[in-house]
């Protein structure tokens, strides 16, 4: 652990947010311990780097990073555009960033740094050069660089078990319900989730696996699930999806003016959105529905 670059951030933010070395040590430790923690000379109980972190406006994780992540701008750039060639399906620009990072040693030498590489290598691999078996093994490498087996899955593990239930839904549904449970569980046993949203794209993918498998009303209870979760998040992210998932399952069970009703919120909801794509096919689906009542 880097106590120096710990305490150097720590100083840096408390300066930028006009507080005195005084003011900031109130209620936590004294002044003179805040001055030997930014000098780098001491390193703080957990629960008083917590504090500081409230106080500063960050998350407590953010100084372990730093004390243990060198050049932590650089890899927070990296992960940055990779997540957005990611989400946009730009796969061959995200492989040459993954090739370029490879070989450097912020990566090659840090396991949870090359867990990123790998997590994205695996995504090239199945939707690229359609490689299902490499891709599985290189997202369950990327996973046990950091996990240890027994333990509860951390964030990033959850998230590339996510990558893996959404490949098994297009190649093998029964296994991605397993990868999909198992996720869940751990979900359960997580204490805290720094991005809430993993918990919404679980919900997501799992109803979309049960309704594959003609089993709409467990389908339709974890929509439910995932439609609370979002409004207690106060989030749109995914809200119009699920409530579109129970008017789909609706409509399997042949109730359409119940699948016109939900299909009609989730149009809202994507029209806050701005997304017309979805909007023009629900439309139609809705009209379709609709001369059936």
Not at 90 to 96: A, F, G, H, L, T
Not at 122 to 150: F, N, P, Q, R
């Amino acid at each position: 652990m880097d106590f120096k670059a710990v305490g150097n951030k720590i100083k840096e933010l408390r300066k930028t947010s006009g507080l005195s070395q005084e003011e900031l040590s109130q209620g936590i430790c004294t002044q003179a311990q805040i001055s030997k923690i930014e000098k780098g000379d001491v390193y703080p109980y957990a629960s008083t780097l917590y504090q500081i972190s409230q106080k500063l406006g960050v998350d407590v994780n953010y100084f372990f990073d730093i004390g243990t992540t060198p050049r932590l701008d650089y890899f927070q750039e990296v992960f940055q555009q990779l997540q957005i060639l990611r989400r946009n399906g730009k796969y061959e620009e995200m492989m040459d960033i993954v090739k370029a990072e490879l070989d450097n040693p912020l990566f090659s030498q840090n396991n949870k740094n090359l867990q990123l590489l790998l997590w994205h290598k695996g995504i090239y691999l199945y939707e690229v050069k359609k490689d299902l078996s490499k891709s599985v093994d290189t997202l369950k490498e990327a996973i046990h660089l950091t996990h240890t087996k027994g333990k509860i899955l951390l964030e990033r593990e959850l998230e590339i078990f996510l990558t893996l239930g959404a490949i098994y839904f297009k190649e093998d549904i029964n296994k991605a319900l397993e990868v999909f449970e198992e996720v869940k569980d751990h979900l359960q046993l997580l204490p805290h989730l720094n991005d809430y949203t993993i918990k919404t794209r679980h919900y997501y993918h799992i109803t979309r696996v049960l309704t594959r498998l003609n089993r709409q009303e467990e389908s339709n209870k974890y929509c439910e699930d995932g439609i609370k979760w979002c409004l207690q998040k106060d989030s749109l992210f995914l809200l119009g999806e699920l409530h579109y998932q129970i008017g789909y399952n609706m409509e399997l069970m042949n109730k359409p003016e119940e699948a016109v009703r939900y299909m009609k919120k989730a149009i809202v909801v994507f029209d806050l959105q701005q997304d017309c794509k979805h909007i023009q096919f629900i439309e139609n689906r809705i009209k379709e529905l609709s001369a059936l009542i």
